[in-house]
Structure formats: structure tokens, C-alpha cells
């Protein structure tokens, strides 16, 4: 087993996810088995209490793992299938170290942080790199670490001791260190300042961990004056300094970590059993980059959320859409509307915003409804399915987004005007969507129904079934404490709003279809976390085709997409 620690310097949200994925792409596409591992030094036990603006999306694996979104990049570039063990917090160490303490296992010495929990990270570290996580099942041959914050981060501390360890058990010719850092451009001089990474490597020297690649990360390209400073300064040979510049999209690391030799480096590096030239799935990458970069037309989707302010709280929705645009030839326009600015109560406090997110919804060329918790911007997103429904907009709601589609439609075509949520109002006389007690003990963690379900489809005239080619039945991941109530479902049907999916024992409503609509499906499930880049998401795509006008084309054709 190889490993591939990634660390970073200067600042926290460098791109190290991104980075470490394009290298897992890399050396996949050199014919090399990769898994991934994120150490998160947070103390929660997983990602799955966080608000999104704390840390961005939860991310939900097949085995209902709550984890960081920066393992839907590995899943998304490596197209692989990770589980709940491959995300490590300081919570779970902890907390694993503690049972096994008062299970005894320690026979009475003091428990410490080296070596008990340094020896956990490691131990945990090498079991883990063993699981399978391609389809063939075979064990992987590379294993990427990324490690969470910044380099001298007290809570951090732990587990870059434990990699200074791991090093001289791995050995050198299978263990190496790549160091993310920032190269900053002051806008007062223009000079790339090397300072902040001098001093990053400098602390990571400190603690015991000698970068192999120093990759630099910048908002411009790096003049060579630079890279030469770096490698002076930081004791790397020049080869050894990687530019990384801010790029048009995130398919297009890959191609520049490729350019600048990386491979013929780990080849060296880690005495790696492959050409010095990548596969053809690296020539995909590069044509799907420059296919990116060429893309003329434009489809706009309004995304009618309630964390709006960061595009981290949608990551996975975003990539999806993007996915699904691509995949069509057209750059997606993505407009994040904040949900309470749609609502009455907006229009008498600041009429502008409230025009301003009206005006982007009219002219959007679809509409999302992604998921979420909780009442407030409830209404807003309620206004948004209104809106989609009765101008015959495309529109796609995913778990809240579904509910709330049933919600607006009992109110306005049921005419149950009271009709809710439990979870918004538990009294609602017309309680159409209901909660699961048996996935709601009290505990907030991991107590929903979480991961990957079998949904059955009950008809065969169903758009979303044509989409997934004609499929009896499919299996997504899902994220929620709500259902919709089955026994009312009679009464939707009658007016033309159909339950198509249901779960395996037929009681709990997994797809809803609109007759009469260009496009309005509502899904239980979460199909966005396993979109890739080169496998759209089907209800995604199912969005975007109608959103151009063109869904009944590619139906026609057997779900067959027009020649690039």
C-alpha cells in the first residue's frame, strides 16, 4: 500500500479536497486502484448536526454515513464508493480509544495521546486504505489522506504526530507528503508574496513531516522568479514546487497537476509500476475540460434554498446540475434565490429584494427545490412549486422539496388550506406530510433514514423511469425524518399528482409525477450524491432536457443523448 498525505498551509478552504482528488484521478487513470480517507480534527462524531454554513453540504455514503463534502469530490472525481469509516474525526478517535479504555483493553496504563491515540489514527488509517471501494472489489493500491485545517492547528496537533510516525512504519518508498499552500497577490504591489508558505512548510518541518510537492495555490499564474524562491527557501527541488492557479472549473486540475510531471514524480517517488504517460481516461478529463470552456449556450435554473449564502451548502446539487448541463452541451447559470425573500413578509420589509427574487425565478428556465430543515423560508420555497406548477415551469423538487411539492398542492388544488408538514405544524388538521418515529428516538445524529434505498417504480408511464432506462427499480441515497402520509395518497391521485415510486414494501412515497407538465417530479431520495461527471444524475438531467426544450427529443431517441 502506498500513501498520499495531503496537508495544508496558511489558510483553511485552499482547494485541498480538489487537489487531492485530481491526484486520485491521476494515478487512476495510470491503471492504479485508489481510495480515499478525510481526518476532519473536529470533535463530532461525523458531519451530520452541522448547520451547512458551518462546514457546507452533509455529504450521505451508501452505508448512511453523514461525512464531509469533501468526500463527495473523491466519490465524484475517482467514481468510487466510500463509506462512513473513510471520513475520521477527532470524535471518533476519541470515542473509539475511550470504549476500548473502559473495555479494559488497556490493562490499567494511563491513557494517552501518544501513544493510545496516535496509535488509533494509524491503525485506523492502514484498515481502512484495505476496503474495496471500486466495483471489481478488489483491495485499492493508493490511499490519498487528506488532513482537515492547517498546518499548527492545535486540534490538528494529534494526528500530524501520528502521520510523523506512520512515515517510518510505512517506510519512505510508500509513504509521501504533499503540502497545499497559498501564494497571495496583494493588489496594492501585484507581487506574488512566498512568505506564508515559507513559514507553512517551515512549521510542517517543525512538527516532523518534510513535504515532497509543494503545491501553490494562486488566483493568477505563478512567474517562475517565484517557484525558483519557493524551492530555495523551502528545500524542494524546482520540479517539486506545483502551481495551481484558479481555474474556469475544477475539471481542469487534473490536467494541470499532469502537465507539470506529477506522474513521472510518483513513479519515482513511490517506485509505482506505471507508463510515464496517463490513460485514455485522462484524455476524457481533458476533452471534458475543453468541452467545458467551449460551451456557448446557456440554461438557467432558479435553486430555491434557505442557505444561499454559501455555495458550499449545495455543493453536490450544484455539481449535479453542472454534470447534467455538460452532458448536454450547455454551460449551466445557476441562480441561488433565497427562499424568504419570495415570501409576503419580504415584500413589506424591503420590496426590493423581494422584486429582485421574483424577477430571477420568472426568467429562470427551471426551478429546484433542493433539501433542508426546518420552517423558516418554508413559504417561499411553497411560492416557487406554485409558480412552477401552474406557468409550466420545469421543476424538480429533492426530499424537503417533494414534500413541500404535496404540501402546495393540497393547499391549491385540494383545496386543504390548512394542509402541512408535522414537522412545521404537528396540529395540522391535513397532516399530508408525516414523521417516522422509528428513525426519531430524540437523538439528533444519525437517527434518519439514511443511505441507500431500493425504490420501486409502480408504473411503467413514468418520465423518471424512462430516464433511468426504463429500470424497475432504483437505488439512491436518502436523508430524511419526513414521508409523505400514504394515507392520503388516493386523493393526489385523483387530481393527477402520482406517486410512481414507492419503497420496497409499497408504504412509503418515493417519486411524484405532475400529468399534464412539461416536467414536475419530486423525489424522496437524494440523486445528486451519485451524480459524476461522466454519469448524470437522471432527475437532474430530466431537468435540464426540459429546461431547453428538449426532454421529449431524448425520450424519442431511448434516453440517447445528440452527437457533441
Not at 466519490?75 to 475511550?98: A, M, P
Not at 419503497?503 to 418515493?510: S, V
Request: hydrophobic share 35%; charged share 25%; glycine share 8%.
Amino acid at each position: 500500500m502506498k500513501y498520499i498525505l495531503v496537508t495544508g498551509g496558511v489558510i483553511s478552504g485552499i482547494g485541498k479536497g480538489i487537489i487531492a482528488s485530481s491526484i486520485g484521478t491521476i494515478l487512476k487513470s495510470c491503471g492504479l486502484r485508489v481510495t480515499a480517507i478525510k481526518i476532519d480534527p473536529y470533535i463530532n462524531i461525523d458531519a451530520g448536526t452541522f448547520s451547512p454554513y458551518e462546514h457546507g453540504e452533509v455529504f450521505v455514503l451508501n452505508d448512511g454515513g453523514e461525512v464531509d463534502l469533501d468526500l463527495g469530490n473523491y466519490e465524484r472525481f475517482l467514481d468510487i464508493s466510500l463509506y462512513k469509516d473513510n471520513n475520521i474525526t477527532t470524535g471518533k478517535i476519541y470515542q473509539h480509544v475511550i470504549n476500548k479504555e473502559r473495555h479494559g483493553d488497556y490493562l490499567g496504563k494511563t491513557v494517552q495521546v501518544v501513544p493510545h491515540i496516535t496509535d488509533a489514527v494509524q491503525e485506523w488509517v492502514m484498515n481502512q486504505a484495505k476496503v474495496p471501494v471500486d466495483d471489481d472489489r478488489k483491495e485499492p493500491q493508493i490511499c490519498v489522506i487528506e488532513l482537515g485545517g492547517t498546518i499548527g492547528d492545535i486540534e490538528g496537533m494529534p494526528f500530524v504526530e501520528a502521520f510523523r510516525q506512520f512515515q517510518f512504519k510505512a517506510k519512505r518508498e510508500n509513504f509521501c507528503n504533499i503540502h497545499v499552500s497559498l501564494v497571495p497577490q496583494p493588489n496594492a504591489t501585484g507581487e506574488q508574496k512566498t512568505k506564508p508558505t515559507q513559514n507553512s512548510v517551515r512549521a510542517l518541518r517543525g512538527l516532523g513531516l518534510s513535504p515532497d510537492l509543494i503545491v501553490c495555490r494562486s488566483a493568477k499564474p505563478i512567474e517562475m522568479a517565484v517557484k525558483e524562491k519557493i524551492s530555495m527557501f523551502c528545500h524542494v527541488e524546482p520540479e517539486q514546487v506545483i502551481f495551481i492557479h484558479d481555474v474556469s472549473s475544477t475539471y481542469r486540475v487534473p490536467i494541470l497537476l499532469e502537465e507539470q510531471g506529477i506522474i513521472k514524480y510518483f513513479k519515482q517517488r513511490l517506485n509505482l509500476p506505471i507508463d510515464d504517460q496517463p490513460s485514455d481516461l485522462l484524455m476524457k478529463w481533458k476533452k471534458m475540460a475543453d468541452r467545458y470552456e467551449r460551451l456557448l449556450k446557456v440554461c438557467s435554473i432558479a435553486l430555491v434554498g434557505k442557505y444561499t449564502k454559501l455555495s458550499d451548502c449545495y455543493a453536490s446539487v450544484f455539481k449535479a446540475l453542472e454534470h447534467s448541463a455538460l452532458a448536454i452541451n450547455h454551460k449551466l447559470d445557476l441562480m441561488y434565490i433565497d427562499s424568504t425573500e419570495l415570501e409576503r413578509s419580504t415584500e413589506a420589509e424591503n420590496s426590493v429584494k423581494y422584486h429582485q427574487a421574483w424577477h430571477k425565478l420568472c426568467k429562470a428556465d427551471g426551478i429546484l427545490v433542493p433539501g433542508g430543515f426546518g420552517i423558516r423560508g418554508t413559504e417561499g420555497k411553497l411560492q416557487a412549486i406554485s409558480w412552477a406548477r401552474t406557468k409550466k415551469k420545469p421543476f424538480l423538487g429533492v426530499c424537503l422539496g417533494m414534500q413541500l411539492a404535496v404540501v402546495e398542492f393540497a393547499r391549491n388544488c385540494l383545496n386543504w388550506k390548512d394542509a402541512n408538514s408535522t414537522e412545521f405544524d404537528p396540529d395540522t388538521k391535513n397532516p399530508v406530510v408525516i414523521d417516522m418515529p422509528e428513525h426519531n428516538p430524540g437523538d439528533m445524529g444519525g437517527t434518519m433514514r439514511l443511505g441507500k434505498r431500493r425504490t420501486v417504480f409502480k408504473t411503467q408511464n413514468s418520465v423518471l423511469r424512462k430516464l433511468y432506462g426504463d429500470a424497475m427499480f432504483v437505488e439512491e441515497r436518502h436523508r430524511h425524518r419526513y414521508e409523505v402520509n400514504p394515507e392520503l395518497t388516493h386523493c393526489f391521485e385523483e387530481k393527477g399528482l402520482k406517486f410512481v415510486g414507492h419503497d420496497t414494501e409499497g408504504n412509503r412515497m418515493e417519486i411524484i409525477e405532475l400529468e399534464n407538465h412539461p416536467y414536475f417530479v419530486g423525489v424522496q431520495f437524494h440523486p445528486e450524491f451519485s451524480s459524476r461527471p461522466m454519469k448524470p444524475s437522471p432527475a437532474y438531467l430530466g431537468l435540464l432536457l426540459a429546461a431547453t426544450g428538449t426532454l421529449n427529443a431524448y425520450l424519442q431517441r431511448g434516453c440517447k443523448l445528440s452527437p457533441r
